[in-house]
């Protein structure tokens, strides 16, 4: 009752919960001093008053006219908790949880949703058996057979003996049996409260379910308020026992106790979740499954749930639907932790009824889903499938305990029975009906539910026929041994306590309950047979429940017409067959009999014996029963068996009629046009006893009865009458007329699928089809109905038996002999019928196999389709050869092993000995796998299958042998003869009944027929003849008149079809090898004349030839078939030597056309002669390439004749692979003991800025201040620039700072006429200036190049004009007109502006070129070109349809907004083109006549100082990039070049990929490009030095292994294979683009000067304080603020160029000095390795830096020797913090010093050589004839062929040392000139790096290939890792976590608002450049990303077979396999993930 709300005042304050508990307290006498203290007091009081208990629970518990809100319960469970433990709770509960802290009992960890836990095969009881991963991680379980799982539920089972074995339990549970009970103070106090309020939390909740269920229509305040209650007092109790649970396992064990002890409060607790919230029942269950652990507790619910079973399945079944069983979880999560305990389920068998309870329900169900007929209707079934089967699936774990199997078989007959009953409503369900008019509108939708369903039935059936045998006679069936499993032994038998479930009472097992085992003198009286009596009895079920269902049956015509329909429309089936048996009893035998039988009555076995062509001879015993020779109607059964069904007498059980008819009755059926259906459980029931039974008598289970026999005693009645034993009643006729009707139906239905009849019934038919026939079903179905029919086929008279199938096929006019078809479908059934015929003669799956034989029949099944991983070959087996323990022995046998490699899995591949065993009859054959097979056969054995794998008579179980007599039957031969005739006489024009598939069959049939005949005439058996004759050999020679044909005989027919195929043979000869029918024919007319005389005297006729050599080969037996030979073999081996002919002549084009694809550059490169000049090279090299070029075909157009230049497709994509090598892969190890994620550092040692981003070095000066400098410095520009470029300059001036307004151009000095020349004649000019510098140095000595070297710089004046004379006329060339948006350089209201200054200490890393999000470009190519036009009008195309949103090709992986396409040839993705340019690129300039300069000499004598005797060029170098600075700066050089202020426009061809470049480099500004800044060349040669640097570390890694590869070879193969000709061809437009404006020129220059002045300081020495003042002045100043807010790549340029030399990258230093010196150098030899020495110092004073960070504890073992090294040591050892920019994670502190620093050189001499080979590339074509020639020298086939898998670094620096004349590091570094050069560039460095201020890295690193994450070698390591772990955005736990191998980030590839930046596509932008390598930790495979697509990628972790396991199905462990995560890597690193048709395609 609820109390009347109140309205009070609003100044009266409600009391708390608090106050009305005190004041419930205090009405009791409770002294106020101890309700001052609140609980403690109460605890204290009760204390001392025990009695007072329940008194004070009641007070502190709210009244039921009490209001309550959700605060009520909290507040007092808080009090009770006081009264529990008498004091504070919570130190009690600790108390308790110190005590039990090592005496852990049961796990009973909870898991949720998608948890993972671990099944061990060897440590569980049952498969539903599992552990958590920590139990799991604390057990030993090496060496046992585990997998890991996805839960749904349950609980960790580690501790219960009842789930999991002793040995399996980990370290911290030890059993039930280790609990401590509580003490007795705790139990005193706890127990009396702590039932009190179960006491009320059960009553409350049954008022709930009370008011609900009597009015559930209330849903008023009352009821709303009620239900609310009961929610918060189930949610505190449940979180207060959850907590105790938890905190101690013996307060679980007595919390347990007291909850079971409460009368009915489990039966509401399960009842709850149908009117308590989802939430608190989820914790309630939670509750519940920690309980479990307790066995007492578990037998106590276990009783309960059984009762509540059928109560929820009825709320199922009046709801109609699964919505019940979907929204109420117990069922399904209590159901299995249940039913699959060995010690308890017994005990509910028994005692609960449990199996009459769920047989019972399950009748229910399929009763309410019935139709009229008694058969389920499957569309209204559909809606309770799932409710269906859950209960199927507990009867089966209920039936899986053995000891329950035996006793329903021997004590409860009844339920089987009533088990029978429910099959009969299975039986026959959801029949399908050929559709002759319209498809149907409604496909049917729940087709695949009935398979499912009886795929579940059959799991059960199995479980009943092993009951049914588990006891065999010859056991001691005393009830002691027969029920012992029952029992488990317990450890205490004294402690109930400690019993397991199931021994806690003696008296109630099930044992106890069963009377004397009545199956005694059953087994006693047939001790001579091995079936035991109740797999007998339960045959003889079987039978009369399928004869009940017959009567029952509409399609059986006149039988199904006497029954009689059941009235009260219940769908029993039940009682309308006992009104038909009662009909049949009354002696009206209704079949229409084929013959007449004399009713004489005899045995079952003598009517078998007795069988032959008249079934007149066939005899009835009737009434024999179980027991031999018992009446069936007297039979003795045990148990309930004494009480047949309700409503039955014994005198309507008196035995079989239908089925023990004497005669062969006719039965009128049409598949096509009659109900048929698929699902028959009782039969296939039927024919798995049968087997079982065969089993035991002849098979390997039967052994002991064959030598207990003998062999002599196999002709014994009981061993010949098999049949007559286990199918007493039956007659041989009756049995298998009937028995085989339905299964036979059901292949007549299949081929009429398979003939396509059934079409128009939708997908629905041919689904059936090839479910019936697929592996899943096949054993089920498909395999037990060919048995059944098998059986038949033994007992039926054979004539009648082919007639019948003949007539079920609607074949039954082909034999009339007419030569027009009868229906298009005819010729498929005929080959299927066929088929089917010779699969029951010769298949021994059933009747002659061992479980070894069928195990290896399968394999050589499955493989002869394909290989095949182990997984796949065991998901092709049966349940059970799947579970035979010689599985791996036999696949050893027959398969030979490949071992995973690349992205292969371990593969299984048939034996070649093997192949014989092919079965081209295997049950399971489908069209596109036979087709399969066969092909793989022809390939292997080079013959057909088809005419060598002929159907043979194997062994076969001695009561089947009656299979003989159908393939020799007259019938048979009629068949065969007719298939003969239209094979022979069929018209050509019109379609043949005779097909050659049909033929095949046929013969087929015929040759194992001959085969059977043979057999046996050798052995004398009798079986097969009819009187003294076998009818096939009889007639075979008998001759019927054909009409026009004359008379022919089968034999006649065979000889005219030999030869006529011989004729056909000889036509074509292609089939002579391959498939030759003719000697198929051959042999069989030669087994028909040898077995039979009488057919030789009748081929001495037709063929006397022939017949002349059949005779001459019977005289001779060990005459050959050779010397059979006739002219048609002569014609055979003719047309051999032909075909060996045609196909040598096709192997030598082919050949030839593989030779012209072949290339291998290393093994091609010619030496150049000595004396060849480099102009020759050059020049041949050019007309070479003028010739390739001219040869590439545009792949749109394929004009070859057209004129237009062509260009090559090319990818262009950003990449960060060089920072991720620098920084090291993220590795395992760290990132499991940090717990954190791998923090990436994406940018590379020379960081890029964005070129948008602002600095913050600028000043404030005056609009005045800044207006005078500009004055002053166009006055000095005056003196030497001409008055155009000296006005074109004061107008950029004014269009760029609008606030300087009196600027005026002065009067230039330089009055004199502008010459022009051209700019490549400057280029020309200053190298050779730099050359005969060279020249003139060659004859100094060394102290003249000391002078030269520190005097060649000119005075500081002339320097500074020179510099703002090349930036003033860089200036000048440019356009004047100002970008749209306005300059930063405005005025403000003070009059100042705000510009960049370098004033400040210069910042190393400041502003470098490079693209925007990436390190750099990588280019590469298809390979193929196409013209400008073409492209243009096919990228015009796509991208309509792409707007149109049309399909196209490729539609999923380009993106037309960014320019993607792909390669209209090879599909590769491209997104520009590169222009091929022909002409001089590479010709070095001639000197002038008389000049003494050489361009060719590469080895004249060096003016550097000779180091160890190599001639080693610092010096040289050093002088030679002086003297090019020198040339550079004067102004008599430039003031030729003329400048014009216009923007350079770039080839047209050239367009498209200068675009692409300027989008990367600076996104989103548009016309960047229109400001005249943007150096094409310059653009071009970033990224062409990315891309070399890219090849190079994509060469350090190799596909197969994780190893480094050190060979320089491999990194030129690397460049060959993927872009040596693109990177040529670039090579070649950047020369030609270098000189093609003045801009670039002057860009070039002015970067020349500053790279010489970092490289010699020396010369400027006067000048390092103030080199940042310099650049220029305030030239450069108006450079750099003309526009801000865009870093040009000028200025980026010359910044770089300005900083100190050891700032940057030593490799990328070069390439820049290559760019800005005269292009010629670039091509000569000794320009190139001066170079090279120069910048190998730079590489070595680096990492001397960087070994100083890695051996600071080593310095003291260097300084005393003085060289470069201490110098550096000493100079560091000042500046600590300047070492800290260097950096390298790869330096090894153990490694010697000078191989440290060598190996940190490695990385840049391999990147010169590379370079240097591109230089000397000479050809530019991709598909030329395989050549391609490379400029080289002696040293390239001495040191380029080395092995990439033996290589060792050292050895490989070494070659390269000696390549570039580099002398041993130890002379280098005491060399005095390096050592003194060197410091000067340490000094610089030092000075310029500011200290205490953060610095970006230079990361230096050894040859170390690019790495992903290092990963544990066991996946389940990862999996535990990431399985729940959560985002770090929004804390959700990721349903699909990936690892992101790049920087070991955890994403997710599902995309989410809340979390954005972990979707894998954002991840992917931003961490690798737009690429992304994730792992699926789930699924186990690789998703990559490639911007906005992804694809697949195969596991890099595969089990213990070498395979995957995707999304863990099978659970195994996995292993890294190196291999393939090698194979993942090396195509990250050479950008593949683009360029790779496995990843596009998908």
């Known amino acids: 009752m609820f109390q009347m709300e109140i309205h009070s005042s609003p100044e009266i304050v409600a009391p708390s919960h608090y106050d009305l508990i005190v004041q419930r307290l205090s009405q009791l006498g409770i002294p106020g001093e101890n309700l001052n203290q609140g609980p403690r007091g109460l605890a204290a009081f009760a204390k001392s008053n025990r009695s007072c208990i329940g008194d004070l629970v009641s007070a502190i518990l709210p009244a039921d006219e009490d209001e309550v809100d959700e605060d009520v319960f909290p507040e007092c469970i808080i009090w009770l908790q006081w009264l529990m433990f008498e004091g504070d709770p919570r130190v009690a509960l600790e108390r308790l949880a110190k005590m039990s802290a090592n005496q852990r009992g049961v796990c009973g960890a909870v898991w949720g949703s998608r948890d993972i836990a671990y099944r061990c095969r060897t440590c569980e009881h049952d498969p539903t058996c599992a552990i958590c991963v920590p139990c799991f991680e604390n057990g030993n379980h090496k060496d046992h057979d585990y997998s890991i799982i996805y839960t749904g539920g349950g609980c960790c089972d580690c501790g219960d003996i009842t789930a999991w074995k002793r040995k399996g339990f980990c370290s911290k549970h030890k059993g039930a049996e280790q609990i401590q009970p509580l003490s007795k103070d705790v139990v005193e106090s706890l127990g009396p409260i702590l039932d009190l309020l179960l006491g009320f939390w059960r009553d409350k909740l049954l008022f709930v379910k009370n008011l609900i269920g009597e009015t559930p229509t209330v849903v008023g305040h009352a009821a709303a308020v009620l239900q609310k209650a009961a929610d918060e007092l189930t949610s505190v109790v449940v979180e207060m026992l959850l907590e105790f649970c938890n905190q101690s396992e013996s307060l679980l064990s007595f919390i347990s106790q007291r909850v079971y002890s409460s009368a009915g409060l489990l039966d509401i607790l399960l009842r709850a979740e149908r009117f308590v919230d989802d939430g608190i029942i989820v914790k309630l269950h939670e509750l519940l499954l920690k309980m479990l652990g307790e066995p007492v507790f578990k037998y106590e619910f276990a009783k309960v749930f059984v009762l509540y079973y059928p109560t929820f399945i009825n709320a199922t079944i009046s709801e109609g639907s699964d919505a019940d069983f979907k929204k109420y979880p117990l069922m399904s999560t209590f159901s299995v932790q249940i039913l699959t305990v060995p010690t308890l389920t017994p005990r509910l068998v028994a005692e609960m009824n449990l199996l009459g309870v769920l047989l019972q329900c399950l009748g229910n169900m399929f009763a309410s889903c019935s139709g009229e007929d008694g058969k389920l209707q499957v569309n209204k079934w559909a809606n309770l499938y799932e409710t269906t089967i859950r209960v199927v699936e507990d009867l089966r774990f209920v039936i899986s305990h053995s000891t329950v199997s035996k006793y329903l078989c021997h004590r409860r007959r009844d339920l089987v029975r009533k088990w029978m009953k429910v099959l009969a409503s299975v039986q026959g369900m959801n029949t399908q009906k050929r559709e002759i008019g319209s498809h149907p509108e409604d496909e049917n939708e729940n087709a695949h539910l009935p398979f499912s369903l009886c795929h579940y039935i059959h799991n059960v059936l199995s479980l009943l026929v092993a009951g049914a045998f588990s006891v065999s006679i010859h056991d001691d069936t005393r009830e002691e041994t027969f029920f012992s499993s029952c029992i488990l032994d317990c450890e205490d038998q004294d402690s109930q306590r400690h019993a397991k479930v199931g021994r806690l009472s003696q008296e109630s097992s099930v044992s106890s309950i069963i009377g004397k085992n009545s199956l005694d003198d059953e087994a006693k009286a047939v001790d001579s047979f091995p079936v035991p009596s109740s797999a007998l009895w339960l045959i003889y079920e079987c039978l009369r429940s399928i004869e009940n269902w017959l009567g029952l049956d509409k399609t059986l015509g006149p039988l199904s017409a006497l029954s009689l329909k059941t009235s009260d429309g219940s769908g029993n089936n039940f009682l309308a067959l006992k009104r038909t048996l009662s009909r049949f009893r009354r002696g009206k035998y209704i ?427 050798e052995s004398d058996d009798l079986l097969c003849h009819e009187g003294d004759v076998i009818p096939i050999l009889a007639f075979a020679s008998e001759e019927i008149c054909m009409s026009k044909y004359g008379e022919q005989s089968m034999l006649s027919l065979l000889v005219l079809l030999m030869k006529m195929h011989e004729k056909e043979n000889a036509r074509n000869f292609m089939e002579a090898d391959n498939f030759n029918l003719s000697s198929l024919i051959l042999s069989i007319v030669k087994t028909i004349v040898e077995l039979e005389p009488e057919c030789m005297t009748k081929l001495q006729k037709l063929a006397p030839q022939l017949a002349a050599q059949f005779s001459h080969s019977l005289s001779n037996d060990n005459a050959r078939d050779t010397d059979l030979s006739s002219d048609s073999e002569k014609h055979k081996a003719k047309s051999r030597e032909r075909q060996a002919a045609i196909l040598e002549k096709m192997r030598a084009q082919q050949s030839k056309f593989l030779e012209s694809f072949h290339f291998d550059g290393d093994d091609e490169m010619d030496e150049m002669d000595d004396t060849k000049s480099e102009q020759e090279a050059s020049d041949s090299d050019i007309s070479d390439d003028a010739q390739e070029s001219a040869q590439a075909v545009c792949s749109l157009c394929h004009d070859a004749k057209s004129r237009n230049s062509v260009s090559f497709l090319v990818l262009l994509q950003k990449s960060r692979l060089l920072g991720f090598v620098n920084q090291g892969p993220p590795s395992w190890e760290q990132v499991s003991r940090s717990g954190k994620e791998h923090v990436s550092y994406v940018t590379t040692s020379s960081n890029h800025f964005s070129p948008s981003s602002n600095s913050d070095d600028s000043e404030m000066i005056s609009s005045s201040e800044l207006e005078d400098s500009v004055q002053s410095a166009l006055e000095d520009f005056a003196y030497t620039g001409k008055p155009r470029e000296v006005n074109a300059l004061v107008e950029f001036i004014k269009a760029r700072f609008p606030s300087i307004k009196n600027v005026r151009a002065p009067d230039s000095k330089d009055t004199s006429e502008m010459t022009s020349s051209s700019r490549e004649t400057l280029e020309e000019h200053m190298y050779l200036s730099i050359r005969e510098f060279q020249a003139s140095l060659n004859g100094s000595d060394s102290k003249k190049d000391d002078e030269k070297c520190t005097t060649a710089g000119s005075s500081k004046e002339r320097r500074d004009n020179a510099e703002s004379f090349v930036l003033g006329k860089y200036i000048a060339a440019l356009p004047k007109d100002p970008q749209d948006n306005p300059s930063a350089s405005q005025n403000d209201s003070s009059g100042l502006v705000t510009m960049k200054s370098g004033s400040s200490k210069h910042r190393t890393g400041y502003d470098n070129f490079g693209p925007d999000g990436g390190d750099g470009i990588y280019v590469s190519s298809c390979g193929h070109a196409v013209h400008q036009e073409c492209l243009d009008r096919y990228l015009s195309s796509l991208k309509e349809r792409y707007i149109r949103r049309s399909v196209f090709e490729g539609g999923h992986i380009v993106n037309p907004d960014q320019g993607e396409f792909l390669c209209p040839v090879c599909r590769g993705l491209a997104n520009s083109i590169l222009p091929a340019l022909p002409g001089d690129l590479r010709k070095l300039p001639q ?129 060959n294979s993927s872009s040596c000709f693109i990177l040529t061809l670039l090579l070649d437009v950047i020369q030609s683009t270098r000189t093609t404006d003045s801009q670039t020129i002057l860009l070039r220059c ?152 060598r190996s940190i050189t490695f990385p840049y001499l391999r990147r010169c050589a590379l370079l240097w080979k591109l230089i000397n590339c000479s050809k530019i074509m991709p598909f030329g004839n395989g050549v391609r020639s490379w400029g080289g020298s002696s040293y390239e086939s001495d040191y380029f062929e080395s092995s990439a898998n033996t290589a060792e670094e050292l050895t490989e620096i070494q070659k390269l040392e000696k390549m570039f004349n580099i002398p041993s590091l130890n002379l280098i570094v005491n060399d005095v000139e390096t050592r003194s050069t060197a410091l000067r560039w340490v000094g610089c460095f030092l000075e310029m790096v500011e200290p205490n201020t953060s610095q970006s890295l230079l990361r230096c690193t050894p040859a170390v290939p690019f790495k992903l994450m290092v990963l544990p070698h066991l996946y389940q390591e990862l999996l535990q890792r990431y399985i729940k772990k959560c985002c770090p955005d929004c804390g959700a736990v990721k349903e699909e976590p990936a690892l992101c191998l790049l920087c070991s980030k955890i994403c997710s590839p599902n995309w989410k608002a809340c979390c954005s930046e972990s979707a894998c596509q954002s991840h992917a932008m931003s961490c690798g450049a737009g690429i992304g390598v994730f792992l699926l930790i789930r699924r186990t495979t690789i998703l990559l990303q490639r911007c906005a697509r992804q694809a697949p990628w195969p596991s890099p972790y595969l089990d213990a077979f070498g395979e995957e396991d995707v999304e863990m199905y099978r659970g195994k462990p996995l292993f890294l396999n190196e291999e393939r995560y090698a194979a993942l890597t090396h195509m990250v690193a050479s950008h593949g993930l683009d360029r790779s048709s496995k990843i596009t395609a998908r």
């Not at 003309?1682 to 230093?1709: C, G, H, M, N, T």
């Not at 500046?1775 to 260097?1782: G, I, P, S």
């Open 591 to 1017: 079949f229409k009999s084929s013959t007449s039988s004399d009713g004489k009555p005899g045995t079952f076995g003598d009517s078998v014996n007795r069988q032959s062509s008249s079934p007149s001879q066939g005899g009835l015993k009737i009434g024999v029963g179980l027991e031999y020779g018992q009446p069936v109607g007297q039979a003795s059964t045990g148990g309930s068996d004494d009480n047949f069904l309700e409503g039955e007498s014994s005198c309507e059980l008196e035995g079989l009629r239908v089925l023990s008819l004497s005669g062969w009755p006719d039965i009128v059926y049409e598949v096509s046009s009659q109900e048929i259906s698929i699902h028959i459980p009782l039969h296939r029931l039927l024919s798995m006893v049968l087997h079982r039974a065969l089993k035991e008598c002849y098979g390997e289970s039967g052994s002991s009865y064959l030598q207990r026999t003998g062999s002599a005693d196999r002709s014994s009645v009981r061993y010949n009458d098999f049949f007559g034993q286990v199918l007493d009643g039956c007659h041989p006729y009756g049995f298998s007329a009937f028995l085989m009707e339905h299964p036979l139906r059901i292949r007549v239905f299949c081929a009429q699928v398979h003939a396509e009849m059934w079409r128009r019934n939708g997908d629905a038919p041919i689904l059936f089809s090839e479910w019936y026939r697929s592996a899943r079903w096949s054993e089920q179905g498909q395999e037990l109905d060919l048995f059944l029919l098998q059986c038949c086929a033994a007992l039926a008279p054979p004539d009648l038996y082919v007639q019948r199938i003949l007539e079920r096929f609607g074949l039954s006019d082909y034999l009339s002999l007419d030569l027009e078809q009868s229906s298009e479908h005819e010729p498929v059934l005929v080959a299927e019928m066929l088929s089917l015929l010779i699969q029951i003669v010769k298949e021994r799956r059933f009747c002659g196999l061992t479980t070894a034989e069928c195990l290896q029949r399968e394999l050589v099944y499955k493989l002869s389709i394909g290989d095949a991983t182990r997984s796949q070959l065991v998901k092709s087996l049966s349940r059970e050869l799947g579970a035979v323990d010689e599985l791996q022995e036999v696949l050893d046998r027959v398969a030979e092993y490949s071992h995973p490699s690349g992205m292969t899995q371990g593969m299984y591949k048939l034996r070649s000995s093997n192949w014989k065993e092919l079965d081209l009859y295997h049950p399971r054959w489908n069209l596109r796998d036979q087709q399969a097979a066969e092909e793989r056969y022809l390939r292997f054995c080079n013959v057909s299958a088809l005419t060598t794998q002929i159907p043979r008579w194997t062994k076969i179980y001695h009561p089947l042998r009656g299979l003989a007599k159908i393939a020799t039957c007259r019938t048979l031969l009629q068949v065969i003869r007719a298939v003969l005739f239209y094979a022979v006489f069929s018209d050509k024009v019109t379609s043949s009944r005779a097909p050659d598939g049909v033929l095949l069959t046929a013969l087929h049939l015929l040759a194992l027929a001959m085969d059977i005949c043979r057999l046996h005439k």
């Open 1487 to 1615: 000197p002038p006549a008389g000049s003494t300069i050489n361009v060719t000499d590469a080895s004249s004598p060096s003016t550097s100082s000779d180091v160890g005797g190599s001639s080693f060029r610092l010096q040289d170098a050093l002088s030679l990039l002086q003297r090019a600075a020198n040339v550079a700066e004067s102004s008599e050089a430039l003031k030729t070049l003329a400048t014009q202020n216009v923007r350079i426009k770039p080839n047209p061809n050239l367009e498209p990929i200068i675009r692409l470049l300027c989008g990367m480099y600076y996104p989103g500004q548009d016309k960047i490009l229109e400001t005249g800044r943007i150096s094409h060349s310059l653009i071009l040669w970033d990224a062409l030095k990315y891309s070399l640097m890219s090849t190079e570390i994509a060469a350090r890694s190799v596909k197969s292994s994780l190893s480094p590869n050190y060979s320089i070879g491999a990194v030129f193969k690397e460049l």
């Open 1646 to 1797: 002015h970067g020349l000067q500053l790279f010489v002045r970092s490289l010699c300081p020396g010369a400027y020495q006067d000048e390092l304080s103030n080199r940042s003042k310099r650049q220029g002045g305030t030239m450069l100043y108006i450079l750099e603020n003309a526009d801000p807010k865009v870093r040009y790549p000028d200025v980026q340029l010359w910044r770089q160029a300005s900083e100190p030399i050891l700032a940057r990258d030593a490799f990328s230093s070069f390439m820049w000095m290559l760019f800005c010196l005269p292009w010629p150098i670039l091509s000569c030899k000794e320009s190139y390795f001066s170079l090279v020495h120069v910048f190998y110092v730079v590489t070595v004073t680096q990492a001397i830096i960087i070994c100083h960070n890695a051996r600071k504890s080593k310095e003291t073992k260097v300084e005393f020797v003085d060289n470069l090294i201490t110098d550096i040591y000493r100079l560091l050892g000042e500046r600590r913090e300047a070492a800290q920019y260097f950096q390298s994670y790869f330096c090894d502190p153990a490694y010697d010093i000078n191989d440290a620093i």
